[in-house]
């Protein structure tokens, strides 16, 4: 881990703050086959997925716009892996200029919050449907689910358009998380948000989550074979979602707390090489993140039977006896609020 000087203005004077630079050795060993692995799997699921959604998946009801911008989110954010993987393949290198540094960074940063942003809302809709049938707010209209979901990206976009204002002092890095020696820049909004914008999600999910279950059992449902199979289901999503996020939120924490007991312990020139190992950590867990978008598509097929059935036809694979299926659909209001699109 290395030391990186940068100046900056303040009141006049030029003051110089200390940046830490990694070497990365372990990183361009261990990132690039994963980042390789999940743009492949991630671009082909979600794809498929968004080519599902538009031209085989009739009618659009709110919840499919839904899924349809959680795979759209999801696609977007695979396609810049590879950049990513490229970059560490090439030795921490950066070789697309400081304008495509910049796009992929705001690509990975807008879609990874609106990843967690719309799983919330999917188990938001799930929740409403399961505990409050009757709501009126289940009887949505496209347009309505569509002018919602516009403001949700709205949302993203204001959240994390700051990634273009980013200061990126060596030329051939391209990284939007660093370590500064100096508290007053090592918290910045970009940290921050990348926070946020997983425990407020994560309380959601869990909360619809337990409630779901809960409202489940007391109707005397859970027993059913189909809904307790959709009942492990979500606490499976639920539970894939918190491995894939949790762990980058808890290293950023422990950098940020690390941080602020090392500067004031060691000297600025020792501190960096002591948040080596952690830092490290952290890169490594952010890869993980991205793998909840790659097993989103699997959450599509194995949650919706009209998903499930259009994808065997389209892979060929044996389609189940749809007409079967309906006949065995007993006491539907649980189960249909579970898993159709």
Request: with cysteine; glycine share 2%.
């Amino acid at each position: 881990m290395l030391l990186e000087l940068w100046p900056t203005s303040q009141g006049g004077s030029t003051l110089v703050n200390m940046r830490c630079s990694f070497n990365g050795t372990l990183l361009m060993s261990v990132l690039p086959p994963v980042l390789v692995t999940e743009f492949l799997f991630g671009v082909l699921g979600n794809g498929l997925a968004l080519w599902i959604f538009c031209f085989h998946t009739r009618p659009w009801k709110s919840s499919t716009v839904l899924f349809f911008n959680l795979a759209m989110a999801d696609f977007l954010l695979n396609m810049s892996l590879l950049f990513r993987a490229i970059y560490y393949i090439s030795d921490i290198q950066w070789k697309f200029g400081h304008a495509l540094c910049n796009i992929c960074l705001f690509m990975l940063a807008m879609n990874r919050s609106g990843s967690t942003l719309f799983l919330m809302a999917i188990a938001v809709d799930r929740y409403m449907r399961v505990v409050h049938p009757h709501h009126p707010i289940n009887s949505l209209s496209i347009s309505k689910a569509m002018c919602g979901v516009l403001a949700m990206w709205l949302l993203t976009i204001s959240l994390t358009v700051h990634v273009f204002n980013l200061k990126h002092v060596n030329t051939t890095r391209c990284e939007s998380f660093t370590v500064d020696t100096e508290m007053d820049h090592n918290l910045n909004w970009h940290k921050f948000e990348f926070i946020f914008a997983f425990y407020l999600p994560m309380l959601v999910v869990l909360y619809c989550t337990f409630h779901i279950i809960v409202s489940l059992r007391r109707r005397q449902l859970a027993q059913q074979a189909k809904i307790k199979k959709a009942l492990w289901f979500i606490v499976l999503v639920a539970v894939l979602f918190l491995i894939c996020y949790l762990p980058s939120n808890i290293a950023q924490l422990l950098i940020l707390i690390q941080t602020k007991q090392l500067t004031s312990k060691l000297p600025d020139t020792e501190v960096c090489s002591a948040l080596e190992d952690l830092t490290v950590v952290f890169f490594i867990t952010i890869s993980l993140t991205y793998l909840n978008s790659v097993l989103d598509p699997a959450v599509y097929y194995f949650s919706s039977p009209t998903f499930k059935n259009i994808c065997r036809k389209v892979l060929h694979l044996f389609q189940t006896d749809t007409a079967k299926s309906t006949r065995r659909n007993i006491r539907e209001t649980g189960s249909q609020s579970l898993s159709q699109l």
